[in-house]
């Protein structure tokens, strides 16, 4: 899905600067539709980029870019995992009993 509108990206890889969102025209490559983009880390970024990207919505040239898997049409959820957007409520309970087993005494 484009991080901006939500429609599919059916782009072939690899995603070439210029690519934009046949829907809303946002461009495709850009740190919000990127794997790594991870809000409050060090450059908004989970991988160790030397300079930081100053606008996350705009097309650039890192070369860490990797389309966020979860943004590919018919895509079998992040890391392969064959989840869809129907079992992520009974993932996030799971994950919070898992949390709170942690503390249990």
């Known amino acids: 899905m484009c991080w901006k509108c939500g429609a599919a ?3 072939d890889n690899p995603i070439g600067r ?3 969102c046949d829907t809303c025209g946002a461009d495709v490559r850009s740190c919000r539709n990127c ?3 991870s809000p409050g880390s060090y450059h908004d970024c ?3 980029v030397d300079a930081e990207v100053s606008d996350k919505e705009r097309a650039n040239f890192c070369e860490m870019f990797r389309l966020n898997p979860a943004y590919r049409k018919n895509h079998q959820g992040v890391a ?3 989840s869809d ?3 992520s409520a009974s993932d996030d309970a799971s994950a ?3 949390f709170d087993r ?4």
Do not use: Q
């Open 18 to 20: 210029t690519l934009t």
């Open 46 to 48: 989970a991988e160790r």
């Open 80 to 82: 392969g995992t064959g």
């Open 35 to 37: 794997r790594f983009y």
């Open 85 to 87: 957007s129907n079992s």
């Open 9 to 11: 990206i059916t782009a």
């Open 102 to 105: 942690l503390f249990d005494a």
């Open 96 to 98: 919070r009993s898992a």
